[in-house]
């Protein structure tokens, strides 16, 4: 029986030799696998984190956004009150028309302005409840948000 010990102790030696051989390679290969699995949890709590962060984000700047609407609407009601007495005070029908022409002009001119105004503070506000999105698209991406 002597014989069958010594191969079955060399095959063993044999055998662990393979194992400390390739086990290195082994490793190697799957290390991206496992850094990736191992990875994924802070990845995804990362990804909704941003998400929910651009969610908050987003909802103050439509409340702003809301308030400069209000605003604009509040100047737009206290300017038809004016408009309203000061209609009562003309003294003739020339003066009304003059005064409803040029509270008409300066309406459209207000209107044009603060719809400009709307359209920078909604895109001010779209970029910053976008940003923290951005940039975990940018790193998956492998290029730099701007």
Known sequence: MAPKTASIAQAI??????IEVTAPKAEAANQPEATTIMTAPKAAAS???AVFTAGRTAVAGVIEVDRTLIGYARDAITGYVELG??????RNLNDLLDLHVASAHARVENTAANAREIVELSRQKLEEAYAP???????YRGTKAA
């Open 13 to 18: 030696t044999q055998a662990e030799t393979a």
């Open 47 to 49: 990804f909704f984190g």
């Open 85 to 90: 007495k000061k209609s009562i005070q003309a």
């Open 133 to 139: 999105v951005k940039e975990i698209v940018a790193t």
